[in-house]
C-alpha cells in the first residue's frame, strides 16, 4: 500500500506538467486559427469583394469609359459616371546635366491626366497654362539619371501629381499617366 500513494503523487506531478503542454498546444492552435481568419478576411478585402468602392467598380467591368461607349449617354453600366482622360501637348524639355562637361540632354514628354468625371475636366481644362508651367519648371531641373529605370519614372509620376493637383487645388486629378517618353 505503500507504493500505491508514491504513484499517486507521481501521477499529480506528471498531470501538472502535462497541463502546461495542453495550454500551450491549445495557444498554438487559436492563434494559427485567428491568423488564418485574419488572412482570409484580408485577401477577401484585397480582392474587391469587401464593398469598396473600387472593387465594385472592377468588378462591374472597369469602369474606364474614356468617353467612348456608354459615356455618351452620361453614366456607366453600373451608374456611375465615366472616368475621363485629358491629354496634354507634347512638351520638349532640356535636362540638366549630370556633369558640368557634358552635351546637352532632352526629354520629350506625352502625358494624359486622370479625372473622375467630366464635371472635373471643365474645372481643369482652363487650369492647363498653368499645369504645363508647373511641370516645366520642375522637369528643367531633373538629371538623366532620375529618369532612369522603372523606380525613377515612378517618382516622376507621383511628382508630377502632386504638383498638378496643387495647381488645379481644389479639383483632383486622379492619376498622371505617361504616353510617350523619350530621352536623349
Do not use: C, W
Amino acid at each position: 500500500m505503500a507504493k500505491k500513494p508514491k504513484k499517486a503523487a507521481e501521477d499529480g506531478e506528471a498531470g501538472a506538467d502535462a497541463a502546461p503542454k495542453g495550454k500551450k498546444k491549445l495557444m498554438i492552435i487559436v492563434a494559427a486559427a485567428v491568423l488564418a481568419v485574419g488572412a482570409g478576411g484580408g485577401a477577401f478585402l484585397m480582392m474587391g469583394r469587401g464593398g469598396s468602392a473600387q472593387g465594385q467598380e472592377s468588378a462591374g467591368g472597369g469602369g474606364h469609359g474614356g468617353g467612348h461607349g456608354q459615356a455618351a449617354k452620361g453614366a456607366g453600366p453600373d451608374g456611375k459616371k465615366p472616368i475621363v482622360f485629358v491629354e496634354m501637348r507634347e512638351m520638349l524639355l532640356n535636362l540638366s546635366p549630370d556633369m558640368p562637361q557634358e552635351k546637352a540632354k532632352y526629354a520629350k514628354l506625352r502625358l494624359a491626366l486622370e479625372l473622375k468625371d467630366a464635371g472635373v475636366e471643365e474645372e481643369v481644362k482652363p487650369l492647363m497654362p498653368r499645369i504645363e508651367d508647373t511641370l516645366q519648371v520642375y522637369m528643367r531641373e531633373l538629371r538623366v539619371s532620375d529618369l532612369t529605370g522603372s523606380a525613377g519614372l515612378y517618382r516622376l509620376r507621383e511628382e508630377l501629381l502632386r504638383r498638378v493637383n496643387v495647381a488645379v487645388y481644389p479639383a483632383k486629378v486622379e492619376a498622371v499617366l505617361f504616353k510617350d517618353v523619350i530621352v536623349q
